[in-house]
């Protein structure tokens, strides 16, 4: 039971090694790549130079604070002190934007000749002539978020041009404010082609573009009246091959197509000749690992204690030059490892978040059942409702109905004429004025008395 489990953990960490293998830290072009931007604990960001206005950007433990939340109109740049020696290369930036709902800003990542020199704090709409790419992040066009690639080979004037925007060689949209995380930007340049990467999600790429050595990276940020505040927490650039390095910056051949539809156009940037391409891709892996291989000799020729001493002398400084190159690569496969372990144990730490979000699905079905239920009663008590209106509709008929036919006859029957009072009357008054008159005529024939 125990070899299975032991086999998964070995083949795991074997790929975890050759992982691990292909990239390689470049120390000097890096920072933030051990969770801390100085482990020494002081404010300064080895091997880079910082810069900014009104103020210089704030240095802590895990980032740099590029723009503050306050004041507004605030810039500020990283730049590497080092230029970048390698043809290929990843670079993984990640930065985090948080401000208020109308915030505004951008943040710029740049590779580019004299970078501190001509670029500055500048962003792609302040900077002039500069040599070489820009990364810009923006809110362009009022959308939620653009990350747009810009090329220069020192001929353009940005801050003067009339349209900087329709210079764009490659954008895709991306939503990077206020998400509560860090966002990663990959930049990654290889023999066949430049791509840019967002959250391990392709943004663009180009087959027509390459980088040549000698470049240094920069980061800047600008705010605007409405700040954004940009925080940068690790700038971390990597190659298959340290020992590639080059140790002359060859010229760059730059071009870049003035076509009518810049946004589109085929940009063969800082691409060498073939000659020089062909001449690089003979060299074996072994000369470009050792320079200073020592060819296998026969013993008889070496006849004297003197040439003996200078082979064995040989012999054991190429030696001692091997060993040191490995001891380089394997503290940068060291370093790569605990990379890896960071970001794996990262991983697992949202993975179980993710687990954990799985134990409120008895709580979404109980939530559930309860609206079943709410939904039935609101339907019963609709249904009671509607017949309570027609029952007190048809009392109130009935009891109007039965009201107005009372009041008809009632009406009727005070307003009919009475006459027989009247009649009673008038006969009454002449019955006793006949008889008065019969009386007093009787009176008046009868026989007077005398006393």
């Not at 060291?334 to 409120?360: A, P, V």
């Amino acid at each position: 039971m125990r070899l299975p489990q032991q086999s998964s953990i070995l083949a795991f960490g074997l790929a975890t090694i050759l992982t691990a293998q292909a990239q390689f830290l470049v120390s000097e072009l890096s920072f933030g790549y051990t969770g801390r931007i100085n482990d020494r604990g002081e404010a300064t960001v080895p091997g880079f130079t910082i810069h900014g206005t009104p103020n210089v950007p704030e240095i802590l433990s895990n980032k740099v604070i590029l723009t503050p939340p306050v004041p507004g109109n605030a810039r500020g740049a990283v730049w590497g002190d080092q230029p970048n020696q390698y043809r290929e290369w990843v670079a993984d930036v990640d930065f985090r934007a948080n401000g208020g709902e109308r915030g505004g800003g951008n943040l710029n990542i740049w590779l580019a000749r004299r970078g501190d020199q001509e670029i500055g704090s500048s962003s792609i709409y302040t900077v002039g002539r500069f040599d070489g790419l820009a990364l810009l992040v923006d809110q362009h066009g009022g959308s939620a978020g653009m990350i747009r690639g810009f090329l220069n080979d020192g001929t353009v004037d940005y801050k003067s041009h009339h349209g900087v925007d329709s210079l764009a060689f490659g954008h895709c949209y991306y939503a990077y404010r206020n998400l509560g995380r860090p966002s990663q930007i990959k930049l990654r340049q290889t023999a066949q082609a430049f791509k840019v990467e967002v959250d391990n999600q392709l943004c663009f790429e180009s087959d027509q573009i390459t980088i040549p050595p000698g470049y240094q990276f920069g980061i800047t940020a600008a705010s605007a009246d409405n700040p954004d505040s940009f925080e940068l927490f690790k700038l971390v650039v990597m190659t298959e091959n340290l020992a590639a390095k080059l140790q002359g910056t060859p010229p760059a051949h730059q071009q870049q197509n003035d076509g009518q539809d810049q946004a589109k156009a085929q940009t063969s940037y800082g691409r060498n000749s073939q000659n020089s391409q062909n001449s690089q891709n003979t060299n074996s892996p072994r000369s470009a690992d050792f320079d200073d291989v020592i060819d296998d000799a026969s013993a008889d020729s070496i006849t004297s204690s003197k040439a003996q001493f200078a082979d064995l002398h040989n012999r054991l400084q190429s030696v001692n030059h091997h060993l040191s190159t490995i001891f380089r690569q394997g503290a940068g496969m060291n370093n790569m490892n605990e990379k890896r372990h960071e970001e794996t144990s990262q991983m697992i730490n949202d993975l179980k978040q993710s687990l954990s979000k799985l134990d409120k699905l008895d709580k979404l079905e109980w939530l559930t059942s309860e609206m079943t239920k709410m939904q039935r009663d609101i339907q019963n008590i609709k249904t009671d409702l509607n017949s309570r209106i027609s029952q007190s509709e048809n009392n109130v008929k009935r009891a109007i109905s039965s009201n107005h036919g009372t009041m008809l006859e009632h009406v009727a029957t005070q307003t009919t004429p009475r006459h027989g009072k009247l009649i009673f009357v008038i006969i009454g008054s002449q019955i006793v004025l006949v008889a008065g008159y019969i009386y007093y005529e009787r009176k008046k024939t009868l026989p007077k008395k005398y006393l």
